[in-house]
T-cell receptor
Framework: GDSVTQMEGPVTLSEEAFLTINCTYT??????LFWYVQYPGEGLQLLLK?????DKGSNKGFEATYRKETTSFHLEKGSVQVSDSAVYFC???????????FGKGTKLSVIP | NAGVTQTPKFQVLKTGQSMTLQCAQD?????MYWYRQDPGMGLRLIYY???????DKGEVPNGYNVSRLNKREFSLRLESAAPSQTSVYFC??????????????FGPGTRLTVL
């Protein structure tokens, strides 16, 4: 079945550092890929998505590129802020499906 | 629009007690979902409802039942709570014409502790 593997956390960075959170997936066909973010005490909200190979999703300075050849969707941000401290989830929905399969989440803490 | 709402926010139960978690959305969405979130496990799908009147099991349905009361509401029931059901529960919904790659909208969660 479908699965998502993302890097284990927690990740602690200083403000303005570069962020990469790795995500790889296993799925048949051409899934849609997502990054969701969960701020403390809140539900998940969509950060960005990509629906086909080579698409780049971007939002709030975050980017991720759908790489079919490496089955990856790594999340990057050039300069993190304290307000980016949250848990980040990589997820996929299989071709023709609305159901999401989540990775285990990566907790990011950004210190001033 | 309130989006997806969940009640209660917090609940403590004793083993064997029952309770119902409520979820409602005011966005005219068709599909609704119940997930549980456990440390180091990500989110796992318990049950989902593709449309009013239909429900299907997800990855971890044992110990739970659901009711799709109408298009707005989707409840999750624990008939006899167990400590293994201590978790944070999230409800989500998706728009009717989302198509492939549609975004799921999440509620704020219910934190449940079973003693």
């Amino acid at each position: 079945g479908d699965s998502v593997t993302q890097m284990e956390g927690p990740v602690t960075l200083s403000e303005e550092a570069f962020l990469t959170i790795n995500c790889t997936y296993t799925a048949t066909g051409y899934p849609s890929l997502f990054w969701y973010v969960q701020y403390p005490g809140e539900g998940l909200q969509l950060l960005l998505k990509a629906t086909k190979a080579d698409d780049k999703g971007s939002n709030k300075g975050f980017e991720a590129t759908y790489r079919k050849e490496t089955t990856s969707f790594h999340l990057e941000k050039g300069s993190v802020q304290v307000s980016d401290s949250a848990v980040y989830f990589c997820a996929l929905s299989g071709a023709g499906s609305y159901q999401l399969t989540f990775g285990k989440g990566t907790k990011l803490s950004v210190i001033p | 629009n309130a989006g997806v709402t969940q009640t209660p926010k917090f609940q403590v139960l004793k083993t064997g007690q029952s309770m119902t978690l409520q979820c409602a959305q005011d966005m005219n969405h068709n599909s609704m979902y119940w997930y549980r979130q456990d440390p180091g496990m990500g989110l796992r799908l318990i049950y989902y409802s593709a449309s009013e009147g239909t429900t299907d099991k997800g990855e971890v349905p044992n110990g739970y039942n659901v009711s799709r009361l109408n298009k707005r509401e989707f409840s999750l029931r624990l008939e006899s709570a167990a400590p293994s059901q201590t978790s944070v529960y999230f409800c989500a919904s998706i728009p009717p014409i989302a198509g492939v790659g549609g975004e799921q909208f999440f509620g704020p969660g219910t934190r449940l502790t079973v003693l």
